[in-house]
């Protein structure tokens, strides 16, 4: 369907595309294909306050009712569920269990493949393509809405008088997304049209560095799913020299916890004291995120000074990486200026990454919150209106996900996708398109998959 759009030099403007195809990208375009979300006979919401107001009205669609708080939360088991089919269900479905109350990377990918097929939703997305530019038309009406760079210099739409009159009344928006789409017979640039964009890519396109000699070479990796890949071929095992984890975020215990399971050697770097009160562990409650409070156990029960009960792992608070050798070393340096050296099989650097966001002027810095600075999920996000997230900056364009600064996928998406739809006529024909964003490691706004 989105294939013979774009073969139409006529067709009037989509009403809105998505760019990415993260969780918050297929709950989006699946709300916006007419699926309307209630609430759960029987539910009941962590939140006291939410769980009231939902009980006034159970009968009314959740996006008809008037929901003020926080985002909603969800159990472990279904950090990564998707409206209207749980996570756990698909899952019992292939006879498979949680490992840790925790989800892999690919099954995550194979989930998120099977529930665009299974809810109808292939035909929004446009697969194999690369956004390379969003740019805002002008409105005038002698441009007729296009631009230089446009596909065809004449008018494009057959606007009557009445639409183009309501355009320049309401201030509306149109967006110009361009790119390239790969298919078997090669690949060939594309055009499309709309009146809002929603930007759902996460910000996993570029790892972040340390900047030090020796990262380049190819025992260094700064992605979990090289960690995955090298245990996997048999490349590191049990009687390998410790591999080197550096970090202490979210992603870095995964990699610890994945290797502990996997009964490999860890020595795990990183800057901060284990009390640190900015490190994420102090900010996750114990009931929920067991699993990392054990990560945090162990990164303090571990210190190499002090052996503690766990086997196979050193922690290294307050440490830097000077450089890693040819031979397989890292050069340290701890708090007191002192460098030490460690024999290593890998390495992985794990210390957050960035997002790409080339296809926007100026990298979307001009949407930041700090306009001055690189966007980043962090530390400056995109800054948005708390209840639409629709930009500050511009109209008719939306951030979703870790660009506007929900770096997790434990929190339900649905509740910025209701937030955007707030504002978007709810009658008008919807007609959505959702470009998969290439990445190789799966599962989401934190792992982002390739459908």
Known sequence: MLHAHLEQTSAKPLPVVIIGNGPSGICLSYLLSGNIPYVTRNAVHPNPILQRKLEETPKLSILDQSIEGSMFTLSQGDWMGLPDLPFKDWLSKKKRGFRNSRATAGDIVQYYQYYVAKKGLKKNFLCGSFVTSVKKLSMDSESCYSSPNSRDSSCVWNFSEQQQ???????????????????????????????????????YDSPSQLGVKGEHLPFVHHKLSALEEAVKNKEIGPMSDPILIVGAGLTAADAVLFAHHCNIPVIHAFRRRVNDPALIFNQLPKTMYPEYHKVHQMMKEQAVLYPGPYECYISLPEHHIVSFTEDRKCIFRDKSHRQKIHNISMAFVLIGSNPNLSYLPNN????????????????????????????????????????????FVRFVQEISTISCLTIIDADADWFIRCFPVKDDRGGGDDAQSSI
């Open 165 to 203: 009159a309501d355009y320049q009344t309401d201030h509306r928006s149109l967006f110009q997304v361009d790119g390239l789409i790969t298919t078997l017979n090669g690949t060939q640039p594309f055009s499309l049209y709309a009146e809002n964009v929603v930007l759902a890519t996460g910000t």
């Open 364 to 407: 979307g810095m001009d949407l930041a919150v700090d306009c001055e600075q690189p966007v980043s999920s962090k530390r400056n996000p995109i800054d948005i209106e708390p209840f639409t997230y629709e930009s500050v900056h511009e109209k008719g364009l939306y951030a979703m996900g870790p660009l506007a600064g929900d770096n």
